[in-house]
């Protein structure tokens, strides 16, 4: 407990330790904190901090059980490969018939296996100072990292959606997207403050329901502006509890409409989301 909360947890080991209590100089009076739902708080210096706060919290959780800080479940090595350097993207891929895989990155490599003993390469030479994001559509995996081309997945083939021919069909040119959601059958991609999504019917006289690859899904009309000139890039996209939102370094949006014209509309203002890595969802938030 000394190691998760450094303001209180020498004052708590003084207390619950009977040999160093015993030399408690004569007149001090120990406090026991028992209170910690103020959380982390690193805006303020510690001395001004509230008893139920503190300046440094690491691997906890405050709400599991009352008066309590529950440490996190750790993790196990899966396994191990000499293909790639650092691991920063993983992505557990289910299919219909239920075929499980588990695709991973170093952001140049992405590999792919379903017992982390033998690998497939699925893609090498994307931007090693970029990071992959992916989200599952249609029994397919979506890819992206900003800079390259998106790509998608299916366990057997990879298509490149750069607006080229593939398997006699043409793929959509999509936007390079930083960030990838899916959410009302489409497919959303945000990149500083621009967000694009797919169409779910054709231009024809008589429309017909096509899918986000398809090469007619991506129009210049189906885009907002998130915030534009507000001198901040869009560092998040997610949904939650049916909504989706985006993340900027100084403001939170919520996307409002059933179908187009779809609406932006700023819901947090001042605080914005440092990183799409540390967006959690707990208690449904």
């Not at 891929?93 to 170093?106: L, P, Q, R, T």
């Amino acid at each position: 407990m000394g190691s998760a909360i450094s303001r209180a947890g020498l004052i708590i080991l003084l207390v619950i330790s009977p040999s160093l209590a015993q030399n408690l100089p004569e007149g001090v009076n120990p406090k026991v904190y028992s209170d910690f739902t103020g959380g982390l708080n690193t805006s303020k210096p510690s001395h001004l901090l509230e008893d139920n706060e503190s300046p440094f919290m690491q691997n906890v959780l405050i709400d599991e059980k009352p008066n309590s800080l529950v440490t996190r479940n750790g993790f196990i090595e899966a396994g191990s490969t000499a293909t790639i350097g650092k691991i920063n993207f993983n992505f557990e891929y289910i299919n219909e018939a239920g075929v499980k895989e588990f695709i991973i990155s170093d952001s140049s490599i992405v590999l792919t296996t379903s017992d982390f003993s033998s690998y497939k390469l699925l893609r090498s030479g994307l931007n090693p100072q970029t990071k992959l994001n992916a989200v599952q559509v249609r029994d397919k995996v979506w890819l992206t990292n900003g800079v390259d081309d998106v790509f998608t997945y299916n366990l057997t083939t990879i298509t490149v959606l750069d607006g080229n021919t593939y398997n006699l069909g043409r793929t959509p040119n999509t936007p390079d997207g930083e960030f990838v959601e899916y959410w009302l059958d489409r497919v959303w991609l945000l990149k500083d403050s621009q967000l694009d999504w797919s169409a779910l019917t054709s231009t024809d006289t008589n429309p017909v329901a096509i899918t986000p690859d398809n090469e007619n899904a991506w129009r210049e009309v189906n885009r907002l502006f998130i915030g534009r000139g507000d001198g901040t890039k869009g560092t998040g996209l997610f949904v939650c509890n049916g909504q989706l939102f985006v993340g900027k370094e100084r403001s939170v949006y919520a996307i409002f409409g059933d179908r187009e014209p779809f609406l932006a509309k700023e819901i947090i203002k001042n605080d914005g989301i440092v990183s799409d890595d540390s967006i959690v969802y707990l208690d449904d938030f």
